[in-house]
């Protein structure tokens, strides 16, 4: 069973170097590798995974209107490149 993962391609689990730890996985789907740098803390003071909206509030050009129709075997996705 594959791991739920935020918005940044990571979460929470167990690596060979860390107990629990937040890290990230190369996924067949964007954002591919990375989407964004996780995790982000909540209000509560702990971290926590990355919404979609909080990855794109990083960078001013996320959403900026550039984003590109890509066609794939399923069908036309929309692409922002940020």
């Known amino acids: 069973m594959l791991p739920e993962l935020d918005a940044c391609g990571g979460h929470f689990g167990?690596?060979?170097d860390c107990d629990w730890?937040?890290?990230?996985?190369v996924q067949e789907a964007a954002p591919f590798t990375?989407?964004?740098?996780?995790?982000?803390?909540?209000?509560?003071g702990?971290?926590?995974l990355v919404t979609l909206?909080?990855?794109r509030a990083l960078y001013d050009?996320?959403?900026?209107?550039?984003?590109?129709?890509?066609?794939l075997q399923e069908g036309d996705i929309e692409y922002d490149p940020w």
């Open 14 to 16: 167990k690596t060979a």
């Open 21 to 25: 730890c937040y890290h990230y996985h």
């Open 34 to 44: 990375f989407g964004c740098y996780g995790p982000v803390f909540g209000t509560d």
């Open 46 to 48: 702990n971290q926590k």
């Open 53 to 55: 909206a909080e990855c």
């Open 61 to 71: 050009e996320c959403g900026n209107g550039d984003a590109l129709t890509l066609t």
